[in-house]
């Protein structure tokens, strides 16, 4: 882009601006005829711990030079059969997350879809809890109005679930 200053000493100035104006929209590089437009993703999720794998982008404006963009970052990208695809390393993934795919030509970005990462299915998957649930139901027999925070009352209670039968100590002997 091209300016003219005309206020200048000894008549008219040209310069050039570099880069050009941000408001003149960025223009398609030679190599492209149209701008990129993502049409699907296959697959469109994945669950933590799976293996690697390659995600495929269909859609229109896809050429040799396009580049995937995956999660905000160009990734190396191959064309084949109209298609885009790039390699997800499932190791960089340590948690439940959305991220958005898209293509971009030279500066021309496309629209972008959602690919997600699905929490691990299994309670045993590496960084997961098991989660179990405590019954704070009364054992029949037993005092539902006790209070267990009274050290004589837990004792009583103890006491009688011994000679009852229902409690053995695990170690350790009666004082």
Not at 57 to 65: R, W
Not at 105 to 110: C, K, L, M, V
């Amino acid at each position: 882009m091209s300016g003219i200053a005309i206020n200048e000493p000894e008549g008219v100035r040209e310069r050039t601006l570099t880069p050009a104006s941000p408001n003149e929209p960025p223009a398609l590089p030679e190599w492209a005829t149209e701008a990129p437009v993502v049409t699907g993703l296959e697959p469109t999720e994945c669950t933590l711990g799976d293996p690697d794998f390659r995600i495929y982008v269909s859609g229109t404006g896809f050429y040799e030079q396009s580049t995937l963009v995956f999660a905000g970052q160009d990734e190396p990208t191959t064309f084949e059969d109209g298609k885009l695809s790039t390699g997800v390393n499932m190791a960089v993934w340590q948690g439940p997350d959305t991220v958005q795919v898209g293509v971009r030509n030279g500066p021309i970005e496309s629209n972008t879809m959602p690919f997600t990462f699905n929490a691990a299915e299994t309670p045993e998957a590496e960084g997961q809890w098991r989660t179990t649930s405590v019954s704070t139901a009364t054992p029949p027999g037993h005092d539902a109005d006790a209070d267990y925070s009274d050290p004589d009352e837990l004792e009583d209670e103890l006491d009688q679930a011994r000679e009852e039968g229902d409690f053995t100590p695990a170690r350790g002997k009666r004082r």
